[in-house]
C-alpha cells in the first residue's frame, strides 16, 4: 500500500510540474532547430491509433531491446519479463485497459523500473490520454539516463501527446531532445 502511495505522490508531482511548462522550456544547451528543418508528425486519428506502427508506438521492440533494469532482483525479474509479454499480447487484442493494468502491476512491483513507465505512457497515448502519457513519459526519462533508445521512445511518446494537445513549444523541445540523442 506505501509503494502505491508513492507511485500517486510521484504522478501528482508530474502533474503539477506539467501545469508550470516546465519541459515547455528548452535548456541553454539544447541548440536551437531553424524553422522547416524539423520532421512534420500528423495528428493520430480515432481510427489510426491501433494501427499507427511507425516507431513511435513499437511496444515489441521495447521489449526486445531493452533490457529490465539492472537493479532488479533475480526473481524479480522473469516476473516483469512475464507481465511486460502479457500487456503487450493484451495491447494487441485491443484489451488497452488490461494492458494498462498488467503494466500497473509490474510497477507495482518495480517501480523505479524506467521500462515500465515508458510502456504504460506508450499505452496511454494509445488510449488518447495525451496528458498521461506525457507525465509517465516524463518520469520513465527521470529514472533513465543513459539509454538513449529508451529516452528516444520516451521523447517520441512526448513529441505525440503535445503534437495531439496543439503545444508546439513542446513538440520542438521534444524534438530537439531526440535529434540531441540521435547525435550523441
Same mark, same amino acid.
Given at each position: 500500500?506505501?509503494?502505491?502511495?508513492?507511485?500517486?505522490?510521484?504522478?501528482?508531482?508530474?502533474?503539477?510540474?506539467?501545469?508550470?511548462? @516546465?519541459?515547455?522550456?528548452?535548456?541553454?544547451?539544447?541548440?536551437?532547430?531553424?524553422?522547416?528543418? /524539423?520532421? $512534420? $508528425?500528423?495528428?493520430?486519428?480515432?481510427?489510426?491509433?491501433?494501427? #499507427?506502427?511507425?516507431?513511435?508506438?513499437?511496444?515489441?521492440?521495447?521489449?526486445?531491446?531493452?533490457?529490465?533494469?539492472?537493479?532488479?532482483?533475480?526473481?524479480?525479474?522473469?516476473?516483469?519479463?512475464?507481465?511486460?509479454?502479457?500487456?503487450?499480447?493484451? #495491447?494487441?487484442? /485491443?484489451?488497452?485497459?488490461?494492458?494498462?493494468? $498488467?503494466?500497473?502491476?509490474?510497477?507495482?512491483?518495480?517501480?523505479?523500473?524506467?521500462?515500465?513507465?515508458?510502456?504504460?505512457?506508450?499505452?496511454?497515448?494509445?488510449?488518447?490520454?495525451?496528458?498521461?502519457?506525457?507525465?509517465?513519459?516524463?518520469?520513465?526519462?527521470?529514472?533513465?539516463?543513459?539509454?538513449?533508445? @529508451?529516452?528516444?521512445?520516451?521523447?517520441?511518446?512526448?513529441?505525440?501527446?503535445?503534437?495531439?494537445? /496543439?503545444? #508546439?513549444?513542446?513538440?520542438?523541445?521534444?524534438?530537439?531532445?531526440?535529434?540531441?540523442?540521435? $547525435?550523441?
Amino acid at each position: 500500500m506505501n509503494i502505491l502511495k508513492l507511485v500517486l505522490v510521484i504522478f501528482n508531482l508530474f502533474i503539477l510540474s506539467a501545469c508550470a511548462g @516546465l519541459i515547455s522550456q528548452p535548456s541553454d544547451n539544447v541548440p536551437v532547430e531553424e524553422a522547416g528543418e /524539423g520532421k $512534420t $508528425t500528423s495528428l493520430i486519428r480515432d481510427d489510426e491509433a491501433l494501427e #499507427q506502427n511507425d516507431g513511435i508506438l513499437d511496444l515489441d521492440s521495447m521489449n526486445a531491446n531493452l533490457p529490465v533494469q539492472q537493479q532488479n532482483t533475480i526473481q524479480q525479474q522473469p516476473v516483469i519479463l512475464a507481465l511486460l509479454d502479457d500487456s503487450r499480447q493484451q #495491447q494487441q487484442q /485491443g484489451q488497452l485497459s488490461k494492458a494498462a493494468a $498488467t503494466i500497473e502491476r509490474a510497477i507495482r512491483l518495480e517501480p523505479n523500473n524506467a521500462i515500465l513507465w515508458s510502456r504504460l505512457a506508450q499505452i496511454r497515448l494509445v488510449e488518447k490520454n495525451w496528458q498521461q502519457a506525457y507525465v509517465l513519459a516524463n518520469k520513465s526519462n527521470s529514472l533513465e539516463r543513459s539509454n538513449k533508445a @529508451l529516452l528516444s521512445q520516451n521523447w517520441k511518446t512526448i513529441e505525440q501527446a503535445k503534437l495531439n494537445q /496543439g503545444d #508546439q513549444a513542446a513538440v520542438d523541445h521534444a524534438r530537439l531532445q531526440i535529434k540531441k540523442l540521435l $547525435t550523441e
